[in-house]
């Protein structure tokens, strides 16, 4: 069992940053594909972005790409997401998430484990 708690989130206006945190527990994620995914309410869950084991490979949804940045700090078993020049339309809850794979996904269905979310909300 992985036990996944998300921080960082909050409340920043329209070309801010914010940095989130996922701190992972029960079991180490090192040999794991992590992700970021994230949901409006109304909307379905979306991806962010994906990492795969050693953090030497990445994915990003366009909409993010240039703007955010995954990470892990496999000696932490933390990982991060870094989310520079924020938007109105980034405002949603951010979830993390663990695949058993090496290699990340961008699809929601391949991860095993997930966080209870942190809301990050991005004032015009």
């Known amino acids: 069992q992985v036990q996944l708690v998300e921080s960082g989130g909050g409340l920043v206006q329209a070309g801010g940053s914010l940095r989130l945190s996922c701190a992972a527990s029960?079991?180490?994620?090192?040999?794991?594909?992590v992700g970021w995914f994230r949901q409006d309410p109304g909307k379905g869950r979306e991806f962010v972005a994906t990492?795969?084991?050693?953090?030497?490979?990445?994915d990003y949804a366009d909409a993010v790409k240039g703007r955010f940045t995954i990470s892990r700090d496999n000696t932490k078993n933390t990982v991060y997401l870094q989310m520079n020049n924020l938007k109105p339309e980034d405002t949603a809850v951010y979830y993390c998430?663990?695949?058993?794979?090496?290699?990340?996904?961008?699809?929601?269905?391949?991860?095993?484990?997930w966080g209870q979310g942190t809301q990050v909300t991005v004032s015009s």
């Open positions: 998430a663990v695949r058993y794979a090496f290699v990340g996904s961008r699809r929601e269905n391949d991860y095993k484990y």
């Open positions: 029960g079991r180490i994620i090192s040999d794991y594909g």
């Open positions: 990492l795969n084991w050693s953090g030497g490979r990445t």
